[in-house]
Nanobody, 128 residues
Framework: QEHVVESGGGLVQAGDSLRLSCTSSVRPFSNYAMGWFRQAPGKARTFVAAISWSGASTVYADSVKGRFTISRDNAKNWMYLQMNSLKPEDTAVYYC?????????????????????WGQGTQVTVSS
């Protein structure tokens, strides 16, 4: 079973920034697309952002466009989500997910079912 680990969450004020990090046991690391999802209390898990194996393609949820940036460093086996201008509505547990390379459409949001392996989540709390 693949082991996925994310970190970097915390408690911040509205307007602040955080950077989430994720790594996994898959090798080679570059053979996998990666993404971020989030889940607020009492809510369904929703899409945040995803990145292709090479980093050439990215897609973002409308709610985070212009504020969040997803990136990856395949040489170091790490993937990141830079979150700027955080809002209280961004408060959620954030999950890193991976999917082995296959034909994927990068012009639309992904569903949780599009990814096979998941981390345990890291809590992001944004106060007003």
């Amino acid at each position: 079973q693949e082991h996925v680990v994310e970190s970097g969450g915390g408690l911040v004020q509205a307007g602040d920034s955080l950077r989430l990090s994720c790594t996994s046991s898959v090798r080679p690391f570059s053979n996998y697309a990666m993404g971020w999802f989030r889940q607020a209390p009492g809510k369904a898990r929703t899409f945040v952002a995803a990145i292709s194996w090479s980093g050439a393609s990215t897609v973002y949820a409308d709610s985070v466009k212009g504020r969040f940036t997803i990136s990856r460093d395949n040489a170091k086996n790490w993937m990141y989500l830079q979150m700027n201008s955080l809002k209280p509505e961004d408060t959620a547990v954030y999950y890193c997910a991976t999917e082995k390379i296959r034909p994927m459409k990068w012009d639309r949001e992904f569903a949780a079912a599009d990814f096979s392996s998941w981390g345990q989540g890291t809590q992001v709390t944004v106060s007003s």
